[in-house]
Structure formats: structure tokens, C-alpha cells
Nanobody
């Protein structure tokens, strides 16, 4: 049984940093895709970042480019989202997701691309 467990959320001030981690168990995803989505109150879940394939190609939503970095440790089957220069609009529940497939085109931005999801971790950024 595959499980994704997120950690690292919390309450910070604007401009601060947070590091989210997601540990996967049950199957390896080193040749697939792992990503992060977020959902703010009253809004739909949206794509944030993904890392795909053996070479670790990365993808980001425009609003986090230059501030967030996604990375992966295949030996530990984990993915990390380093979030710097946080803004109040980054406030959301952040979800880890994993797929056995590689990203082709814009597929990695779609919720339906992912086979597995974590329970989410709250990130709150105060102004």
C-alpha cells in the first residue's frame, strides 16, 4: 500500500522560509513524478511544482518561480519543497502527490495525472 506523508508546515511571517517534506512508502517513485499542490480556503486545488524522471526535470507554477525549489532524494523516496520569500497568498494546505508516469507536455499540472496523494500540511503566512 502506497502512502505519502507530508511534514514541515506551520505559521510564518511574510518573507520567511519553510521546508516541506514528503516521504513515500510502498513503491519507489524515482523514475516517475512527485509533485506538490495547494488548496486555499474556498479555492480549487492548484499545481505548485513537480519533479519528474531519472534526471529530475522540474516544473513550477509561475507564481512561485524563483522562490520555491523542488528536489528529490531517490534513495529515501522523498521529495522536498523549499519555500523562500513566502507571501500571504501562499497560505494553503499543501499536498504531496506521486505518479508512476513521466511528465509529457503539461500533464504534470493536472490533478488526474497523479495516482497517490498525501493528507496535506497547513502553511499559513501572516502579513
Amino acid at each position: 500500500q502506497v502512502q505519502l506523508v507530508e511534514s514541515g508546515g506551520g505559521l510564518v511571517q511574510a518573507g520567511d522560509s519553510l521546508r516541506l517534506s514528503c516521504a513515500a512508502s510502498g513503491r519507489p517513485f524515482g523514475h516517475g513524478t512527485m509533485g506538490w499542490f495547494r488548496q486555499a480556503p474556498g479555492k480549487e486545488r492548484e499545481f505548485v511544482a513537480a519533479i519528474s524522471g531519472s534526471y529530475g526535470s522540474t516544473y513550477y507554477v509561475d507564481s512561485v518561480k524563483g522562490r520555491f525549489t523542488i528536489s528529490r532524494d531517490n534513495a529515501k523516496n522523498t521529495v522536498v519543497l523549499q519555500m523562500n520569500s513566502l507571501k500571504p497568498e501562499d497560505t494553503a494546505v499543501y499536498y504531496c502527490a506521486a505518479s508512476i508516469a513521466l511528465i509529457v507536455g503539461g500533464a504534470g499540472r493536472d490533478l488526474g495525472f497523479y495516482d497517490y496523494w498525501g493528507q496535506g500540511t497547513q502553511v499559513t503566512v501572516s502579513s
